[in-house]
């Protein structure tokens, strides 16, 4: 074993995935992990889905057991916060004033649930669902009969209100953009969202600022213009911020995320930095951005560690994200937010199995699946190569969408 020691800031998806891509790719130096949660790495996208509805128990978001980082030699020092970077030191400095010397410093801190700053935003009952520590919270109060108010209409506040409205709670969403997961999917899959939630039962208003929160000793209504919503509990998911203010305060470049390059080094050649808390040039996209996404988690962590270890970089992927909601699932291959022309296959106004291809110039830059795993896994294989595509024949269900290449 070298003398290397290699510290990780944040113990989450992407920490996870890093500790078991430096243990493949055979790195010598000893490793510690801090993480300001006191679980082990986790995965985060059941606590809006099975983990909250109760079908999943908690050693099922483990992504590795206990014995896994001990085999490795992997120190986990959970539930401790890492406050300072002193970089000349090459030292982190802990929140119980102890610190670590570190000869690489890989910092994957993550994001923290938005909140609002509105008239009794602070009022006991108004939860945010970011950790396994709010969906305990948020359980207090989740059981049939109570009335839940979703401030956001995303991904994470959909899935809850779908789980919550099954549970028998009476489930309103207040979005305050013109339609549902606007920042994540086409006009066309937010109106079929709004129908599916309406059809389960859910009460959906789009174009609602929410105002304040009243309620005596702790939340009973939430106030917006021309609306009064009755509320037992209230969850915000109105996004994230990534957990930048480490990385700022030692003088590392941050543009909406830590700044890294293709292999997620930051300007420090000694820091590198991964997941939700970093903002990197995508070639395929051939844009910077920072994206929230366990893929994004995985290859970074990846992409980390081959660097960290000297090893070539893994090839570059496509990007995709996926939402469980009732009987749907949503997968999304690439980005759409640049499309000018949206191609459909399948019915959107019936049933629940559908597909929209998005194009820019005729060349496939995305695809949103609805319970069509055939057309995602098509879709990411053309986005990847920069296909160009037959608009025609992606509107048609008969011709596979590997045909539809020009
Ligand atoms: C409810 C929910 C549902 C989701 N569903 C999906 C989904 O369906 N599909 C999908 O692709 N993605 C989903 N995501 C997003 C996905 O979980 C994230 O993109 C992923 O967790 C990012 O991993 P990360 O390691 O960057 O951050 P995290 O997993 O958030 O880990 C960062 C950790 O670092 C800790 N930390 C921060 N600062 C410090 C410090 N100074 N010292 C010590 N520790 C620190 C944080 O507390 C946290 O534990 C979901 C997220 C949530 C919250």
Known sequence: ???QHLVIVGAGHAAGQLIASLAQDKYSGTVTAVGDEPYLPYQRPPLSKKFLAGELAL????????AFYEKFGTRLLLG???ERIDRPAHRVVLDDGSSLDYSTLVLATGSRA?????PGAELPGIASLRSIADVE?????FSAGKSLVVVGGGYIGLELAAVAVKLGLAVTVLEAAPRLMMRGVGPVVSTFYERLHREEGVAVHTGVAVKGFEGEGRVERVVCEGLLAAADLVVVGVGALPNIELARTAGLATTNGIDVDAR??????????????????????????????VHNALEQGRMAAAAICGLPAPPDQVP??????????LQTAGLSDRHDQAIIRGRPDEGRSFAVFYLSDGVLVACDA???AAEFMMSKVLVGARARVDAAKLADERVAVKDCRL
């Open 59 to 66: 050693d099922r978001l483990y992504l590795k057991p206990a």
């Open 320 to 329: 995709w994200f996926w939402s469980d909601q009732y009987d749907v699932k």
């Open 370 to 372: 609805m319970n069509r």
């Open 137 to 141: 919270a948020i359980r207090a109060r």
């Open 114 to 118: 938005r909140t609002l700053s509105l």
């Open 80 to 82: 401790r916060r890492v």
């Open 1 to 3: 074993m070298s003398d």
């Open 264 to 293: 997620c080094r930051t300007e420090d050649p000694a820091i590198y930095a991964i997941g939700d808390c970093t903002n990197q040039h995508h070639p395929m996209l051939d844009r910077r951005l920072r994206l929230e996404s």
